[in-house]
């Protein structure tokens, strides 16, 4: 039997618990593949990939260095068309008080509305978006 898939609207807050952050809005985006969070002050050192996420204009921004030993290089077709090799890392993300593992590539997005975009390779299989909702799993939460 096919498990229940939950709806989801078109923004959200979730939780990265390995990266301590809580509450950060996430835009769904089935016009996406892969899901991507913002993050700044990128280098590769010594095969580890070092980053801090958010940026300090961001109310939930923590300041903190996070090292990953784990991580990838991909080709990522953004919305304009444009090819981009991006960083790629696994962490966590807390729905529906749900952890799930996801794959984020790297960016800085400093220059959208929403930190988090969460592309159909996550969603696929676990969720129906709704466009009409907002906030679903964040509104149960509270």
Known sequence: MEKEKK?????DKADFPLLE????DAKIDTGAYTSSIHCIDIKEI??????SFLD??????????????????TAVKSSNGKVEMRFTIRTQIIVFGN??????TLSPRDDMRFPVLI???FLSGKFLVDPQSENQSYNQKL
């Not at 952050?21 to 950060?24: F, R, W």
């Not at 300090?56 to 290089?73: A, V």
């Not at 952890?99 to 984020?104: E, G």
Request: aromatic share 14%; proline share 7%.
């Open 99 to 104: 952890t799930y593992p996801i794959t984020f």
């Open 46 to 51: 010594d095969q580890t990939l070092q980053c």
């Open 119 to 121: 592309g159909r390779k």
């Open 21 to 24: 952050l809580k509450n950060i």
């Open 56 to 73: 300090p204009m961001h109310p939930e921004y923590n300041g903190k260095r996070f090292t990953f030993k784990n991580y990838d290089i």
């Open 7 to 11: 709806i989801i609207g078109r923004t």
